[in-house]
């Protein structure tokens, strides 16, 4: 008998095999083959594979589209922040330069964690690969 999260299920049955939905992969840094809390080694390092199932981690090209995009939203929301703080209270410029940095490092690291896992495990649902100039078309 084998336990998928707190249900028990019998070898063979569906519920047995099925794989982690895309936010839990990204929220529990799971396989998204076999649910197994393989997918780092490190911080934001991925796995060469999944020690479980052997899924080739290396194979799917996540990039540095989830970091981009999460420095320029995070950035927005931290600037929103520290402009509303110095209209609020006006604090000396010294507890800026303290507050947000480690604020925006640890808001950065923590969900880049989480979006490059999402997006590691929606590649491998929708089975992407790079893309191709089909040779068989004919030309416009």
């Known amino acids: 008998m084998m336990e998928k999260g707190n249900i ?4 063979g049955d569906p519920l047995a095999s099925a794989e982690p939905s895309i936010a839990q992969v990204g ?5 998204p083959r ?3 809390k393989t997918l780092y080694v490190g911080m934001i390092k991925f796995a ?3 020690t479980n199932c052997g899924l080739d981690f290396d194979a799917f090209n996540v990039g540095d589209g989830p970091a981009a995009f999460l ?12 402009i509303t703080l110095e ?7 010294w507890l800026h330069m303290l507050l947000w940095p480690p604020i925006t490092i640890g808001l950065v690291i923590a969900s880049l964690r989480v979006a490059k896992g999402m997006l590691l495990a929606s590649e491998y649902r929708n089975h992407a690969r790079e ?5 068989d078309e004919p030309k416009p």
Request: charged share 10%; aromatic share 2%; with cysteine.
């Open 131 to 135: 893309g191709r100039i089909s040779r």
């Open 27 to 31: 929220f529990g840094s799971l396989c």
């Open 34 to 36: 076999c649910g197994a």
């Open 48 to 50: 060469a594979r999944c």
């Open 87 to 93: 209209l609020a209270a006006h604090p000396p410029i």
């Open 71 to 82: 420095t320029l939203i995070i950035g927005t929301l931290i600037c929103i922040a520290a």
């Open 8 to 11: 028990m299920a019998e070898p």
